[in-house]
Each structure stands twice: as structure tokens, then as C-alpha cells.
């Protein structure tokens, strides 16, 4: 069940929300299972290691046979959904993807998700550094984040890249895109999309502008 949180990053102000409590060295996390005949302790420490621990409420003895696949039975079926169920919604709700490299693409992230309720979403199993952000009212799309080559873009270079795909309006097209900058939205419509390069070229204030923009054009 920790590869749940393989290529994902807690946020401090989440844990804080959902319950955890700050300790040295990271956060703690404690709630009763299975009928409250046990006491499930997660740790989450300040480099986003998880560690969990499931103790008898009455004797304080550590449980494992929830951890062991070969073990059967009701009861330990029961202590092992409950314990599942307690860390996918901590994954859920506490932590976010962490597969991109640039600042620039984390903190657009970042900002969808303070400024829209945003989160990433990674649509394709094949491309699991690619994500869309998309309205939460609307549902539609008004960014992509995407990992391709440079040579993608029209380059002379295979050198991986992340870039965001935004929305503009269709007359603006040719004012927008220059070719060098911000270039013909890649695998989008190009009357509708632009590409930029996530290389810090375009100021990251200047980015979260556009984004705004290619926001509120996403809403039919």
C-alpha cells in the first residue's frame, strides 16, 4: 500500500487539515481501526517517507498480519480494508504528484490548485509525466503540463523538456504564437492552444497571468 505514495509529495498544510500533528522530523497521524480494536499510527516525515504502524488499543502490541498477503480470514481482512482505506484517502487528500522537475512547472501546480481547486489529473497510463488541470465547474481543460523533446517542438535538440499547454482566443492566434516563445500548442488544436517551454525564459508571474486567462476561456 506505500506504493501509493511512489512519485507523489506530501503538502504540510494538508496533513495539518486532515488531522495530522506536528512532530520532530515530520508529521503523525493517529486513528482507530477495525472496530477501534486497533490504533493506526502513520508517520510522514519531512522528506515525504511514510511509515505506518498498527498496535492493539488494549495491550499496545504491534499487528503485522495485515501486511502478509498470504493471510486469510474475516478479521484480518477487515483490519487490512480498514488500513488500506485510511492510506488512499490520505493520498488522495494529503499529497500530490511529484513527477515534474522544474520549478516553474511545481509552482504552476501549486497555484492551480490554491487559486482554482485544481488538481493534476494523469489521464494516460503510457505518459505518466503528462497532466491536465481543468475547470472545476466546467470540466473543461485550461492547461496541460507535459514532459516531450525539444525536437517535438521544432528543435534541433532531443533534450527532454516540461511544457504547458494554455488556451487563447482563436483571433489572437497570430498575435500570440511568434514560433520562438510561444510556440503552436503541442497535440492541441493549434487555432486554440499555445505551447510554452517551462525553462524560466517566460517570467513564472507572467505564466500564472496566462493562465488565468486560458481559465476563463474554459468555460464551454
Not at 504491534?62 to 483490519?79: C, E, S, T
Not at 488538481?119 to 503540463?145: C, H, M, Q
Not at 505551447?195 to 497571468?209: F, M, Q
Request: aromatic share 10%.
Amino acid at each position: 500500500m506505500l506504493s501509493l505514495f511512489q512519485r507523489k509529495k506530501p503538502t504540510a498544510d494538508r496533513l495539518v487539515e486532515y488531522g495530522f500533528e506536528r512532530q520532530d522530523g515530520g508529521f503523525c497521524y493517529r486513528t482507530r481501526i477495525a472496530g477501534e480494536q486497533f490504533q493506526l499510527t502513520v508517520t510522514v516525515s519531512d522528506c515525504g517517507m511514510v511509515d505506518t504502524l498498527v498496535a492493539d488499543t488494549a495491550s499496545g502490541e504491534a499487528y503485522v498480519l495485515h501486511l502478509i498477503p498470504d493471510a486469510v480470514g474475516a478479521f484480518v481482512g477487515r483490519v487490512r480494508s480498514d488500513y488500506e482505506a485510511v492510506l488512499a484517502d490520505i493520498a488522495e487528500k494529503c499529497f500530490e504528484p511529484d513527477v515534474f522537475k522544474s520549478t516553474q512547472a511545481r509552482e504552476l501546480a501549486e497555484y492551480a490548485y490554491r487559486k482554482y481547486g485544481s488538481r493534476l489529473e494523469f489521464l494516460w497510463s503510457k505518459f505518466p509525466d503528462n497532466a491536465v488541470l481543468r475547470r472545476i465547474d466546467t470540466g473543461k481543460w485550461y492547461a496541460a503540463l507535459l514532459t516531450v523533446s525539444r525536437r517535438k517542438l521544432g528543435f534541433d535538440s532531443d533534450e527532454s523538456v516540461e511544457i504547458i499547454d494554455l488556451r487563447m482566443p482563436r483571433e489572437q492566434a497570430e498575435s500570440i504564437v511568434d514560433g520562438r516563445i510561444f510556440l503552436p500548442g503541442y497535440h492541441m488544436n493549434k487555432r486554440s492552444w499555445y505551447t510554452v517551454v517551462l525553462d524560466n525564459i517566460v517570467p513564472t508571474a507572467e505564466l500564472i497571468r496566462r493562465m488565468g486567462e486560458s481559465h476563463s476561456l474554459a468555460v464551454r
